[in-house]
């Protein structure tokens, strides 16, 4: 079943945690050398009875220097909103349990993780992790 994405509606967007952390001895600077690596966690919730989506997006963002992970770096969570009026169309139930189709899941997740990627790069501004650019495609490991 093909579906929509126009009919998807982002109805808010709430950043729940923002916490960026430089070193408390000898902080970095801008042009130091260190590299960057990211984690991401996300979930999603569904209330079939509103047609609501909630998805989450949990994202760290590590800092190393000479391959040793050091106190410093950055994480968010953002909380994000969708309407879909048909999105009971998308659901099945299995096992006792209601589950989306991973097409329309990922649909969600990646509107999610978009504008994700846009607040944080806003947050990091003025930081030493000014400029960060976070991979368009979402990844879930280190």
Known sequence: MAYNELDIE?????????????LVK???????????KHSTKVN??????????????ELSILVFVDGKEVK???KFEIDNYFHYKSLT?????????????T??????KGLAYSTARGIIYSKLSGTF???????????TSI
Not at 44 to 57: C, D, G, T
Not at 89 to 101: P, T
Not at 103 to 108: E, G, H, I, L, Q
Request: net charge negative.
């Open 72 to 74: 410093a770096g950055a």
């Open 103 to 108: 097409k329309f899941a990922d649909t969600v």
């Open 44 to 57: 999603h919730l569904y209330n079939l009875e509103k047609q609501l989506i909630r998805v989450i997006i």
């Open 10 to 22: 982002y109805l808010d967007v709430q950043i729940l945690k923002t916490e960026i952390n430089n």
């Open 89 to 101: 169309d998308y659901a099945h139930e299995e096992n006792g349990r209601i589950l989306i189709e």
């Open 26 to 36: 000898k902080p970095f600077q801008e042009g130091d050398i260190f590299e960057l």
């Open 129 to 139: 992790l000014e400029g960060t650019l976070l991979p368009t495609q979402m990844s």
